[in-house]
């Protein structure tokens, strides 16, 4: 017990000494890590949420109504719906690209209630891909689908001081100093392996000269 504790303060002694090389790693890439997340496109977010009807509503139309919100989003991403919403905005993105920037997502699992969200550089640009997107949706979905109606119960607002959603500076922060610690602590350890191993090289010479 007693020689594990002095193995143990031998180790933080050592330790210690190499504080240095712990501080400047760790300091480096907490640094880096935080100016790269500052040099990263921001990225905005904007959200328009929207509610299909069937014609007969009943517990069992509801739980089928919640499984076609998968549907819904792949029919919200289809190039028949994305070429449509490009036509309009007059966007110059390709549709591949437009699709992967509209995400489609549940309220909840007992609501009909889903919402369409878009993230673009732009908030203003998400704003409205997000409420054009919604008005096509609306308007094709009870030529596809025999449906009552569709509702666009909040439409997506172009905000005056948005904040971005992407990147998140404090993530990118914290995971820069684990990283730094890490790096470090292995470092520390390999150059307390390399001391060690030269210490006992001399030893073992100088036993030898004996």
Known sequence: MNKKIIDLRDFCGHLAK???????ITTSTTVLSGIVSFYITP????ET???VNMNEISSEDIETNLKLIETYNSIIKSAYI???VAQKLQLENDISELAKQVHVQPASKASQVFSIVV??????TAALIANTVAAIFQNEITNIFDVKSAHILTPAKIEDHPSPVKPNKFLYIVAGFLIGLVISTFTVLLLMGRKADKSKASIH???ERR
């Open 18 to 24: 190499y504080f240095w090389v712990i501080f400047l």
């Open 43 to 46: 990225i905005y977010q904007a």
């Open 49 to 51: 949420e929207l509610m």
């Open 82 to 84: 994305m070429e449509a």
């Open 119 to 124: 993230e673009n550089p732009d908030q203003k």
């Open 205 to 207: 010479i100088n036993k």
